[in-house]
């Protein structure tokens, strides 16, 4: 038994949780994140946080870190310079992408496309070709590729994204031009679509390997500094890095995938989700992740996320596998300010980290949602303890100035009409992943996390007629907490299209079969023992003539895939496209099989979740102070403020309260009632109306 720990690099502050695996028993700690290298506060972090609890170094068997370095460079276009090679007659590939624009096409007047991540002039051909069986229709041109890799040393190009046609069917012609690539350009970084994702569609296969390709100097960069500043506080433990899908890898695997790691940290808040759920008795959840620059959503069934096989970050289209979660610009940072000068508006602009909002004091001019809820008491005038001042005075001006005094009202009405507008922009943020997808946001429970997600949750639960919240014993940090509630995850996925009335199942039982090996040897190399992998099968089905596909499971008979399998798994289609999408044809239209793949799981012991000691607390005793406090339809009331580590178990508080910790506040709205769990969770219920 050791220590686990877990370590979220965000915007404004860097996270990190302890867990000490005998008793489950959890430390906490922010440090302010370091743009300019965020290795230096994800060591600062940890070393913080080893000293305040009095762990020594060797006692550290795990690390997990979940990182946004690859997240940024896409956002702000900082990868590397890279060149593309691929089969002769498709160098246009990424300029044509797709004949599509973002939009309701009665809406668009005029539409640029966003730039390539490789522009035309670095894009090389080179003859060899596949035919779709993956067969060999013309030899590789190897002399060609070592002219292209000489062209592209002289011309200062260390990055290489090789894609070719057809690769994803036979990854021979690819891998040999690796190899020369390698021989004539020694030290340049080299990505291979086959090895990015062997699936069909090749504009995202493609563009995913292009972005894979520039990340991979960054990236590996960033994991010699992790491996450097753990030396420099003397842990030795093993380092993972959290992926978009939800399972962790080792670092030394993720450099050459960088792309999976694209969602790092918003992937990690939401096993913890999962987890905290299920143990709350709500494993139907709709989770709000707000931070300082934006919400992420996602809803959980039975416990379960939902996974895309494709994604968007920014601009764009990215395949590889991920959580479903949709991102709206509605966080702590988000500014108010007046489109033509009358009309308010929240976001998407952010004061990020530096400034920041006005009452930070650090230069910030224009006001944020978070000043809004300093200038209607919501939040207390200092962050983690006190260790951050806050100036409620500036703040205030701010509102005053910008949007008060301008549109004839007061500073609190002005308030309140930000915090509304941020509302309702989370809230129509949830109905694409609820309403739009054939679910009741009212038959889930909404679970509320991030640095603002506790100030906001009520206010999102009225806006859509949600009864219960659940916010986690540790809301501010529960990114950090996930990435110690999972475990080790490898996929494979081959694409062989296949329609219901000719499948060849000899081929297709092959495939499975080779993926299943390949998942199985990933995690063996890990060091798990037989006993600890979980491996199960899926296939991606849709109906003939379909550009999109749904994921099913495939249940694996008599140890190999049979024909009643892939027949169970068809009928599994039609029930779970009916689910999806309101309509299913099943004995009408043929289905086809597109993608078979299998998933694995190399698992970790469970932390203990440990349970919550309270004896002769009282929330009297948890008070620390009374003061003004406004809520709309209520107007200005006496608001008391707790602190949470001393609030006793099952007993209920009846709002308007204010319940803060070292990570977060909570914003508990008259009409609601809360009371903490046997684990510490809040549990937040409607109260019935008086008739």
Not at 38 to 54: H, K, M, N, Q
Not at 94 to 106: A, K
Not at 277 to 282: F, L, R, V
Request: some cysteine; proline content about 5%.
């Amino acid at each position: 038994m050791g220590w686990r720990i877990g370590v979220d690099t965000g915007g404004t502050f860097t996270d990190v949780v302890a867990v000490d695996e005998a008793t489950g028993q959890r430390f906490v700690r922010k440090t302010s994140s370091t743009p300019d290298d965020p290795s230096r506060a994800f060591s600062t972090g940890i070393r913080e946080l080893l000293d305040e609890v009095g762990v020594d170094a060797n006692e550290v068997s795990f690390i997990s870190h979940g990182t946004t370095v690859a997240t940024n460079a896409i956002l702000e276009s900082k990868y590397a310079r890279l060149g593309l090679l691929t089969t002769r007659g498709y160098r246009e590939m990424l300029e044509v992408g797709r004949q599509t624009v973002p939009g309701d096409f009665g809406d668009i007047t005029w539409w640029i496309k966003p730039p390539r991540v490789v522009p035309l002039e670095w894009v090389r051909e080179v003859g060899g070709r596949l035919d779709f069986r993956g067969g060999e229709h013309t030899p590789l041109d190897e002399a060609g590729v070592r002219a292209i890799a000489r062209e592209f040393s002289e011309m200062g190009i260390n990055a290489i994204a090789v894609s070719f046609i057809h690769s994803y069917r036979n990854p021979a012609h690819e891998r040999r031009a690796r190899q020369l690539i390698l021989e004539e350009h020694p030290g340049c970084f080299v990505s291979i679509s086959s090895d990015v994702i062997r699936e069909y569609r090749e504009y995202e296969r493609t563009l995913s390997t292009c972005l894979n390709t520039g990340l991979m100097p960054l990236v590996t960069t960033y994991l010699e500094s992790l491996d450097q500043r753990l030396r420099d506080v003397e842990v030795d433990a093993r380092l993972f890095v959290m992926k978009s899908s939800g399972g962790i890898i080792r670092a030394a695997d993720i450099a050459p995938q960088p792309i999976a790691a694209v969602l790092s940290g918003p992937a990690a808040g939401i096993v913890t989700a999962s987890y905290y759920g299920k143990a709350a008795g709500h494993p139907d959840l709709i989770t709000i992740d707000i931070g300082g620059t934006s919400t992420d959503i996602c809803l959980i069934d039975k416990g379960v996320p939902n996974m895309l096989t494709e994604g968007r970050i920014d601009i764009y289209n990215i395949k590889t596998p991920m959580i479903d979660m949709h991102t709206v610009g509605a966080g702590g940072g988000s500014i108010a300010w007046l489109a033509a000068g009358r009309s308010l508006r929240v976001g998407p602009q952010s004061a990020g980290a530096q400034p920041g909002p006005v009452c930070y004091a650090r230069g910030g001019t224009e006001p944020a949602l978070t000043d809004a809820h300093i200038v209607l008491g919501r939040v207390s005038p200092y962050l983690l303890g006190g260790a951050i001042r806050l100036d409620v005075a500036a703040a205030r001006r701010a509102v005053e100035q910008t949007i008060a005094t301008p549109l004839g009202m007061t500073v609190e009405e002005a308030a309140l009409g930000i915090l509304d507008l941020a509302t309702t922009n989370i809230a129509q943020g949830i109905n694409v992943v609820s309403v739009k997808r054939g679910r009741d946001p009212r038959h889930y429970a909404l679970m509320a996390f991030g640095g603002a997600g506790g100030l906001n949750a009520c206010l999102v639960a009225d806006a859509l007629g949600i009864r219960t919240i659940l916010l986690p014993p540790s809301p501010g940090v529960t990114s950090a907490e996930g990435l110690l509630a999972t475990d080790v995850r490898a996929d494979r996925v081959i694409t062989d299209v296949q329609r219901e009335d000719a499948l060849d199942i000899t081929r297709l039982g092959g495939e499975f079969d080779n993926v299943y090996s390949q998942v199985r040897d990933d995690l063996e190399r890990e060091e798990f023992d037989a006993d600890d992998i979980a491996i199960s099968a899926f296939a991606d089905m849709r109906y003939v003539g379909q550009a999109y596909e749904v994921r099913v499971p495939m249940t694996i008979l008599d140890g190999g895939l049979s024909e009643a399998a892939i027949r169970q798994a068809i009928k599994t289609f039609h029930r779970a496209h009916d689910d999806r999408f309101g309509y299913e044809y099943e004995g009408k239209h043929p289905v086809e099989i597109v993608n078979i793949g299998a998933t694995g799981f190399g698992m970790f012991p469970r932390l203990r979740l440990a349970a919550a000691e309270r004896d002769g607390c009282t929330w009297e005793a948890a008070r620390r102070e009374l003061r003004r406090g406004v809520f709309r339809g209520v107007g200005e009331v006496d608001l008391p403020v707790y602190e949470r580590d001393l609030a006793p178990l099952d007993t209920p508080l009846d709002g308007p309260a204010v319940i803060e910790q070292y990570d977060s506040t909570f914003v508990l709205d008259p009409g609601w009632r809360a009371v903490l769990d046997g684990h510490g969770q809040i549990i937040v219920s409607q109260l019935e109306p008086v008739s």
